[in-house]
C-alpha cells in the first residue's frame, strides 16, 4: 500500500494538472503496448500501434521493463510546472545530468537481477520486476550519443502510439479534470481527494492507494499534483526519489477505446439551432438536468441530445455520483467556436 501523508498545507496546496503530460502518456503506453489486459479499449489501439513501429520498441524496451521500476528521468518534471508537451519534455530529458541518468540506470540493472515477479507497474519506486533486456551499456558509461538515440525512439514512438490519438487521450483527462474540479468546488479539496478512482482513499490526513510495496510518501509542505492519466492502468504511479516535486499519476475514470468518429448517420442528425444550443450550453461540463434547465428542453430530450453529440465525438459524458457528467471534447470545443482550440477551465 502507498499512503500519502498530507499535511493541512499540503491540503491547500493540491492542484490538477490542466492537460496530459506527453512523456507520462508515452512510458505509460508502452507498458499498456506489452500487456494483454483492458483489451476492450486498449486492443485495437495495440494493432494499430505495432503495426506503425519500426524497431522503437526494442532501446525502450532496455530502460521500460514490462513492470516495475522505470527511470523517473524519463518523465522529467519540477516545481509549479505545467504538465510537459513532447518537445519541452524532450529537452528536459536531453538535459538530465550524467550522474542522475548513470544513477538511475545502476539502479534499474540492480532491479531485474533481483526478478521479483510479483511486482506491478505502479511500482516504479522498486527496482523490480520481470526480466528484460539490460540497459544500454553506454548509457550507464554517460555517452551522449545513446541518449540521443533513447530521445529519438521515444519521439518516434509517440508519433506512432501516441500522437494519433491525443485528441481522444486530451478529451479523456479534460472529462476527468471537470469531475475533479466540480468535486472540489463542491467539497474542497477534501471533496476532491475523496473522488479519485476507487484504488485511491482518502482518509485524512492519509491519501492510501492500493500499491505493489508498502510505502510511505511524505509531502512535507509541497503540496501534490494530481495527473490524471489515460494509459494509467490499475495502480497510481508516483516517483522513486522522494525529492522530486510530489506527482500522483492516476487512472482516468471510463477512459473508452481511443478511436476516430468515422462520418456516418449521426452528422446529418447533428445539424440544427438545438443540438447547437445544446453544446453551447453544454460548456465546461453540465449534468443532464442541468443541461436540460439550460437550454430549455426536457429532461428526455437533453438526454438524447447528448446521446447524438457523443456518438459524434463532440462529447464526453462520466458517472459523478448517481449523476452524470457531460463535457466538451476539443472537436466539440473547436466547432462551437468555429475552429479555434478549446479553452481550458
Given amino acids: 500500500m502507498l499512503r500519502i501523508h498530507v ?15 506527453a512523456l507520462w502518456e508515452t512510458i505509460l503506453s508502452f507498458h499498456r503496448l506489452r500487456d494483454r489486459r483492458a483489451s476492450s479499449v486498449f486492443g485495437k489501439w495495440r494493432t494499430e500501434s505495432r503495426a506503425r513501429l519500426n524497431g522503437e520498441a526494442q532501446l525502450l524496451a532496455a530502460v521500460v521493463p ?11 518534471s519540477q516545481e509549479g510546472a505545467e504538465p510537459f508537451g513532447l518537445d519541452v519534455g524532450m529537452e528536459a530529458l536531453r538535459d538530465t545530468p550524467a550522474d542522475r541518468v548513470h544513477a538511475e540506470l545502476e539502479l534499474l540493472a540492480a532491479g531485474r537481477v533481483r526478478q521479483r515477479a510479483d511486482r ?6 522498486v527496482g523490480a520486476g520481470r526480466a528484460g533486456a539490460a540497459p544500454p551499456a553506454a548509457l550507464v558509461e554517460d555517452r551522449a550519443e545513446p541518449l540521443a538515440r533513447l530521445i529519438g525512439a521515444l519521439r518516434s514512438y509517440h508519433y506512432a502510439a501516441v500522437e494519433p490519438y491525443w485528441p481522444h487521450i486530451r478529451a479523456s483527462v479534460e472529462a476527468d479534470r471537470a469531475v475533479r474540479g466540480r468535486a472540489l468546488l463542491d467539497g474542497g479539496a477534501d471533496g476532491l481527494l475523496a473522488t479519485l478512482p476507487p484504488m485511491i482513499r482518502w482518509r485524512s490526513p492519509v491519501l492510501e492507494a492500493d500499491y505493489p510495496v508498502d510505502r510511505d510518501l511524505h509531502l512535507d509542505g509541497r503540496g501534490l499534483l494530481l495527473q490524471p492519466s489515460f494509459f494509467c492502468r490499475g495502480t497510481p504511479v508516483v516517483y522513486r526519489d522522494p525529492s522530486l516535486p510530489p506527482v500522483l499519476v492516476y487512472p482516468v475514470t471510463n477512459p473508452g477505446a481511443p478511436d476516430f468518429a468515422e462520418p456516418g448517420p449521426w452528422l446529418g442528425r447533428l445539424v440544427g439551432h438545438t443540438r447547437s444550443a445544446i453544446l453551447q450550453a453544454i460548456g465546461n461540463g453540465c449534468t443532464t438536468s442541468e443541461l436540460a434547465r439550460r437550454a430549455g428542453v426536457s429532461l428526455a430530450s437533453a438526454s438524447q441530445h447528448a446521446s ?23 472537436l466539440g470545443g473547436s466547432l462551437l467556436r468555429g475552429g ?4 481550458l477551465p
Avoid at 506491478?120 to 519506486?125: A, E, L, P
Fill in 66 to 76: 514490462p513492470r516495475g521500476y522505470f527511470p523517473d528521468f524519463l518523465t522529467p
Fill in 120 to 125: 506491478s507497474v505502479g511500482q516504479r519506486d
Fill in 340 to 343: 479555434a482550440p478549446l479553452a
Fill in 308 to 330: 447524438v453529440l457523443r456518438e459524434a465525438g463532440l462529447v464526453l459524458t462520466l458517472r459523478h455520483g448517481s449523476s452524470v457528467l457531460h463535457t466538451l471534447t476539443p
Fill in 7 to 21: 499535511s493541512r498545507l499540503d491540503l491547500s496546496r493540491v492542484r490538477m494538472a490542466t492537460r496530459p503530460d
